[in-house]
């Protein structure tokens, strides 16, 4: 399984290992209550840097260069099940007019 994220934020910038600030306690509470653990599951962010003012799409160039080592990722790791968290991660497989609300409601 793997969980694609939008970008890091300012604790895994400088870690350099993805969800492990407030929202990585809650992910791995989550996986926790799955009976899961985050050994079990790859992790990754669209972009791998924070980006200025934690505003993604202000960096266009930026998520084309880390999709293709994205799509590297995932083709490497072949998850059986990818869970997309959010327009950014959508986009980055189904293309850059996806919504999330016209594709979840």
Partial sequence: ??????????????????AIGRAGKLLDGSLNSAGMSRDEVLVLNRIRCRPTRNRIQDFPDAVLACDEWTKKELDYYAPS????????SLRAIYGPTASITASRG
Avoid: K
């Fill in 81 to 88: 099940v990818v869970v997309l968290c959010g327009n950014t």
């Fill in 1 to 18: 399984m793997a969980i694609f994220l939008e970008a890091p934020g300012a604790e895994e910038d400088r870690s350099g290992h993805p």
